[in-house]
């Protein structure tokens, strides 16, 4: 069947049900759409229906006669898409998060099929940092020619008719974003055949969830931190900042036994601490890194349950993943020749009781309300001594060839 534009029949919409996608009927498109992680959380009087969540994309991307999303496919697939040359397109609600209700998009072409994510708002929280995400991946894949991070396409607002509060129904502000295909969140779990040893859980949902390797394992930590140290600024301090296990922001591919890694979004890039105040360049990145070992060790169990604390192997792989962003940046000419070998000097030459003071005031700095804090107090102490050492194993060795790194700003 060749793709109708006039037609609404031409997109079929999904959701997931326990025998996998099914397409929505009258009955769905009148269930209300949770607007927050909790029922508990909802704003009261707010009655979104997935209907209206559905018709509101329809809207945007229908928009020019769908030259947006012609234009996305057309990219993705890198040859020029016209009307004739599309089969079909499906849109599948995936997921429902305190801001966001991202979409999957699959357009299947003649010249191949290209899939999206549509990342929905319908809260003033969630249209607002919608907004801001949308420009900051822009600057960022603008800034960094990296592929860890997904381009965006296009951003539309529409009203659905669902809203009973407000007359012409809900505000969907959303944007048209890369969809990291074959990739997967995955999260810390416990492993009651292997005596409930804590263990990270890829969420397959094509060959089933597995827990990971140890040496899989090992490659997450390894990768995450290497990505987000790719997109470390030394020089304004800048960094993609905050990012949580927790919320999925990394999605990861795994198979024979190696492990890629994307980032899917980017709430926020700026210093955490203010350059040209006292503190060095080298002091900066000093904090990034303890930082930077302290949340990777942080999610939630299964996902979704109490904040759970990663094991020390973590630890030594952050740390490794760090180093080797910190060389790929070298290498390509992003900081100057020496810096990674002089900053590891200069990290060697802090002692114990001045890397304590700086831990510590970096969990005073956290909000006292965040969810994670307890959890990181009761094992900082631990921290610091498993920091040190796995400092001290740092390899001199240069790391892998070949490594995308590129910068245009």
Not at 49 to 58: E, K, L, P, S, W
Not at 60 to 79: I, K, P, Y
Not at 274 to 281: D, L, R, V
Not at 348 to 361: Q, W, Y
């Amino acid at each position: 069947m060749r793709f109708n534009m006039d037609a609404l029949s031409a997109i079929t919409y999904f959701l997931p049900s326990h025998r996998g996608y099914t397409q929505i009927d009258a009955s769905i498109r009148a269930l209300p759409l949770r607007l927050a992680r909790s029922p508990r959380t909802d704003q009261p009087g707010r009655i979104v229906t997935f209907g209206a969540y559905f018709d509101a994309i329809h809207k945007v991307l229908s928009e020019n006669g769908f030259e947006g999303l012609l234009d996305a496919t057309g990219r993705q697939l890198a040859d020029k898409i016209r009307p004739k040359d599309v089969r079909q397109i499906r849109v599948y609600g995936e997921k429902h998060g305190s801001d966001y209700h991202p979409a999957r998009i699959a357009v299947e072409t003649d010249k191949g099929t290209a899939v999206f994510v549509m990342n929905v708002a319908a809260t003033d929280r969630g249209c607002n940092r919608l907004g801001r995400e949308f420009e900051l991946l822009n600057r960022l894949n603008q800034k960094y020619n990296l592929p860890y991070l997904p381009r965006v396409y296009l951003r539309g607002e529409a009203h659905g008719n669902g809203r009973a509060d407000q007359k012409g129904g809900a505000l969907f502000v959303m944007f048209l974003a890369d969809w990291f295909q074959g990739y997967h969140e995955f999260h810390l779990g416990v492993d009651d055949k292997a005596g409930d040893r804590k263990k990270v859980v890829l969420w397959d949902t094509e060959a089933g969830n597995r827990f990971l390797s140890p040496e899989e394992t090992r490659q997450i930590y390894m990768e995450a931190a290497r990505i987000l140290t790719l997109y470390y600024d030394l020089q304004t301090f800048e960094q993609i900042f905050p990012w949580h296990h927790a919320a999925g922001d990394f999605v990861a591919r795994a198979d024979g036994g190696s492990v890629q890694l994307r980032l899917i979004t980017a709430r926020q890039y700026a210093p955490m601490i203010e350059p040209g105040k006292g503190i060095s360049p080298e002091d900066g990145l000093h904090f990034f890194l303890l930082n930077l070992s302290l949340r990777m060790r942080l999610d939630r169990l299964d996902g979704v349950g109490d904040v759970i604390w990663a094991d020390a192997g973590c630890v030594e792989a952050s740390l490794g993943g760090f180093a080797e962003g910190l060389r790929a940046q070298e290498r390509k000419g992003i900081i100057a020749p020496g810096t990674v070998s002089a900053f590891f000097r200069y990290s060697g030459s802090l002692d114990k009781p001045s890397v304590e003071e700086r831990f510590v005031a970096l969990v005073e700095a956290c909000d006292p309300g965040a969810p994670d804090l307890a959890v990181i107090k009761s094992h900082l102490a631990g921290h610091i001594t498993e920091f040190l050492a796995a400092l001290r194993k740092i390899p001199t060795q240069p790391s892998r060839a070949g490594d995308p790194v590129n910068s245009k700003g």
